[in-house]
Structure formats: structure tokens, C-alpha cells
């Protein structure tokens, strides 16, 4: 089994409200998913996200590309929640069925694309599902079509009571037997032991470098591991096993043959046998490179300007991670600022802004996809002194070390 495996427990409208005027129906509530950990280990960072939601022939659409849904950290056996509203309206005869079958009790067939992450896991679910009717908040108004409810059985004749039975004749009282002599008391049985209380997980850091390059041999270690830590089981992505690695030592030491995205995970355990910490640590291993292309700038920046203008920073990234990219090159006397377009149409991508004492910026990609990052350098009487560029592509972790392309290719497993 994984180190752990996330499976939907439910679907259910955790709210739904339909409306009718005249010929058109308006639909508007909240469709809510629950998520299981049946893994051996906790799974940090959990999220949902929901590509599409529709009726089965795909005519209508109920929800489409949301954002992601943070359900957060989920322990071995935990279950969490991620909520999605949506709003609908049309005229056809299919969506006001949907309705009355929603509000009256039957289960409603849709066909869904849906995504989850968590631990060296990123699976998604597609096809025909059967959602939980009815919402516990169903209300409704106007005329929906109604089911047809089914006629209740025919209560099968009573049979008829059997005679009472005399009652038998009193015996009389048998003789009383003699006392029997008390057995020996046997001895008292021993008191069981206490059974342990499991101990508080603490969630703790893995120190080491984070940009190994290819066949070099990264140590990691816990930085401040809990006073009962005895032993270490270490997990690596790269591990086609999913198999964990014990150690007494709290070392751990690999290399990878191939630049990708890696994550790192520790679990620590006492003498017991009892888990009393665990943490991960993500990691993008490089192609190693003795010779730089200056004219490129650093790991594909736009480059090419006489003052060596580039951005620098990683240019494959996961969903729902931070991750920083830094302006480099600027000459010494540059005093500006510098104007970050993150390459998205969204209100996060308004207004970020960095300066020559503090040249990086921080951002959070939530949807899939290559996008632009583009950086306008500007003096302080705001005069535009250079422009560059940085490709970043932006997808859902690897898991047991693929690559990006064959991660992607999992896309459309089932659970």
C-alpha cells in the first residue's frame, strides 16, 4: 500500500435551491466532497479541485474549473471536506428533471473530472457518478417535474393468534440438595499493563539542498527531532517501491539520475514503535552544467540586454506550492523597481511589484498550464531601463519520480 492513498468517501449537494419563471429553471447551491486517508502515513497539504461537473449527455454544465480547495493536513484513517458553489439557469426539459430529482430524494447520475492531491500523490477521478439526494436545505419554488412514487406494498393478511396453553400443574418442591464444600479460591489472575498512550505527532523540518544536480549525493537530515526519536523511516518519490527506509541514524542520503521534481518524506518513530514526528521536503533536482548561457541568463530567462538582466529561479513548479524567482544582473547603480507579470488574468497578478534592495517576489500557480513571466526594470522617474522574460511551467507533482509529461499522462486514472 502507499505511504498514503486518498479515496472520496461521499458526494453530496450540501445545499440546493431551484427556482422556476415561466420556462426557465435557475439551480444554485453547494456541492460538497469528502476525502478519506486510507494510508499508512498522514498526507500534508491536501487539496480538490473540479474540471467540470455536468448532466450525463454533457449538454449542461454545473460547475467548471474551480479553484483549488485546500482540505489541508489528513492523518492515517482522517477524512476532510472541500465545498464548490455553483449557479445555473436554463429552459430544457433535462436540467428541471435534474431539479425535481434533486429536491424529491432520488440520486442524480452526473459525469464529473475532478482532481485531488496529497503526499507523492496526484490522482483524479473522471466518468458517471451518483450524487446524494436530497440536500438537507433543499427548497424549491414554481412547478418541477415530479417522480412518481411507487404504491406501498399490500400488508399481508394477519394469521390468527394461536390457543393460550393450559397452564401444567404445580409439582411439588423437590428435596433440597446438601451444600457442596467450597472449591479451593483459585489465585487471582495478574493485572494487565497499562496500555501506552500514543504520543503527540510533531511535525518537524528536513534540512539539506533543496537544487541537488544529477548524480550528486544530498544528505538529509531532521533539524530538531523530538527527544523520544529512535528511529527513521525516510521515503523518497524517486522510490519506485513506495517502500520506506528505516535508520537509527538521522541521516538520509540519496542521488537522482535525472533532473524532475522530487519530495522527500520522514517518519519518526520511538522506541515503541509509536510515531512521534513527521515532515517532507520538496526538492527540484538539475541538470548538471559547468557552462552557463550568459546570453540566456540562468535556467531560461529572457537575458540578451547589455546589463545582464535575467530572472532566475525554477521553471517547473507544482499546483498550490509558493515558489520564488529573483531579478539578477542589474547594474550596480540601478536604485528602481521592478513590475512582475505572472503571465495569469487574475486580480493575484495585479499590483506585485519588487525593488533592487529586494529584487524577489513569491507567487502561488493554482491552475495547470505554461505561462510567461515577464519583468519590467524601472528607474525611479519611472522610465522603463530593460524588459525580460522566464518560461515557468506549472502542473500537478510528480509521484514515484516521474516526469512532468508522464505525470500528466495519470491524469485521467480512476480511484
Known amino acids: 500500500m502507499p505511504?498514503?492513498?486518498?479515496?472520496?468517501?461521499?458526494?453530496?449537494?450540501?445545499?440546493?435551491e431551484a427556482v422556476v419563471d415561466g420556462q426557465s429553471v435557475q439551480i444554485q447551491g453547494e456541492y460538497e466532497v469528502t476525502v478519506v486517508n486510507n494510508g499508512l502515513l498522514r498526507a500534508p497539504s491536501v487539496s480538490a479541485s473540479v474540471s467540470e461537473l455536468s448532466l450525463p449527455n454533457g449538454s449542461t454544465t454545473v460547475i467548471e474549473d474551480t479553484e483549488i480547495k485546500s482540505i489541508g493536513t489528513l492523518g492515517r484513517g482522517q477524512t476532510g471536506k472541500a465545498k464548490f458553489e455553483f449557479t445555473i439557469s436554463g429552459s430544457s426539459q433535462e436540467l428541471k428533471q435534474f431539479a425535481g430529482s434533486a429536491c424529491q430524494g432520488s440520486k442524480s447520475t452526473l459525469t464529473t473530472d475532478e482532481t485531488y492531491s496529497g503526499l507523492?500523490?496526484?490522482?483524479?477521478?473522471?466518468?458517471e457518478i451518483e450524487i446524494k439526494s436530497p440536500s438537507p436545505s433543499c427548497r424549491r419554488s414554481g412547478d418541477l417535474p415530479e417522480q412518481p412514487e411507487p404504491d406501498p406494498p399490500e400488508e399481508p393478511p394477519q394469521e390468527p393468534e394461536p390457543p393460550e396453553e393450559p397452564e401444567p400443574p404445580e409439582q411439588p418442591p423437590e428435596e433440597p440438595e446438601p451444600p457442596e464444600q467450597p472449591p479451593d479460591q483459585p489465585e487471582p489472575p495478574e493485572e494487565p499493563e497499562p496500555t501506552p498512550t500514543p504520543p503527540e505527532t510533531q511535525e518537524v523540518d528536513i534540512e539539506g539542498p533543496t537544487s541537488p544536480t544529477v548524480g550528486e549525493q544530498a544528505t538529509y537530515s531532521v533539524s530538531d527531532p523530538p527527544?523520544?526519536?529512535?528511529?527513521?523511516?525516510?521515503?523518497?518519490?524517486?522510490?519506485?517501491?513506495?517502500?520506506?527506509?528505516?535508520?537509527?541514524?538521522?541521516?538520509?542520503?540519496?542521488?537522482?539520475?535525472?533532473?524532475?521534481?522530487?519530495?522527500?518524506?520522514?517518519?519518526?518513530?520511538d522506541n515503541r514503535g509509536l510515531q512521534v514526528g513527521a515532515?517532507?521536503?520538496?526538492?527540484?533536482?538539475?541538470?548538471?552544467?559547468?557552462?552557463?548561457?550568459?546570453?540566456?541568463?540562468?535556467?531560461?530567462?529572457?537575458?540578451?540586454?547589455?546589463?545582464?538582466?535575467?530572472?532566475?529561479?525554477?521553471?517547473?513548479?507544482?499546483?498550490?506550492?509558493?515558489?520564488?524567482?529573483?531579478?539578477?544582473?542589474?547594474?550596480?547603480?540601478?536604485?528602481?523597481?521592478?513590475?512582475?507579470?505572472?503571465?495569469?488574468?487574475?486580480?493575484?497578478?495585479?499590483?506585485?511589484?519588487?525593488?533592487?534592495?529586494?529584487?524577489s517576489i513569491e507567487f502561488t500557480y493554482t491552475s495547470a498550464g505554461e505561462y510567461t513571466i515577464e519583468v519590467i526594470a524601472r528607474s525611479n522617474l519611472g522610465l522603463i531601463e530593460d524588459e525580460f522574460t522566464f518560461e515557468v511551467e506549472a502542473s500537478n507533482w510528480p509521484t514515484s519520480g516521474l516526469s512532468m509529461d508522464e505525470a500528466a499522462s495519470r491524469k485521467n486514472r480512476e480511484f
Open 3 to 16: 505511504a498514503n492513498a486518498l479515496r472520496v468517501k461521499e458526494r453530496k449537494f450540501s445545499t440546493f
Open 120 to 127: 507523492l500523490l496526484a490522482i483524479a477521478s473522471t466518468g
Open 227 to 269: 527527544n523520544s526519536a529512535s528511529e527513521y523511516n525516510w521515503v523518497s518519490s524517486s522510490d519506485v517501491s513506495d517502500e520506506s527506509i528505516p535508520s537509527d541514524d538521522n541521516e538520509y542520503v540519496v542521488s537522482y539520475d535525472s533532473a524532475s521534481l522530487q519530495r522527500i518524506q520522514v517518519d519518526v518513530r
Open 279 to 359: 515532515g517532507e521536503i520538496n526538492i527540484d533536482v538539475q541538470e548538471q552544467s559547468d557552462d552557463r548561457d550568459t546570453e540566456n541568463g540562468e535556467n531560461g530567462g529572457n537575458g540578451g540586454q547589455e546589463q545582464g538582466w535575467r530572472i532566475t529561479g525554477t521553471d517547473t513548479v507544482p499546483l498550490g506550492n509558493e515558489r520564488q524567482w529573483t531579478v539578477e544582473g542589474a547594474p550596480d547603480d540601478f536604485e528602481g523597481i521592478y513590475n512582475w507579470d505572472m503571465g495569469i488574468d487574475s486580480p493575484r497578478n495585479r499590483n506585485l511589484n519588487s525593488t533592487a534592495e529586494n529584487p
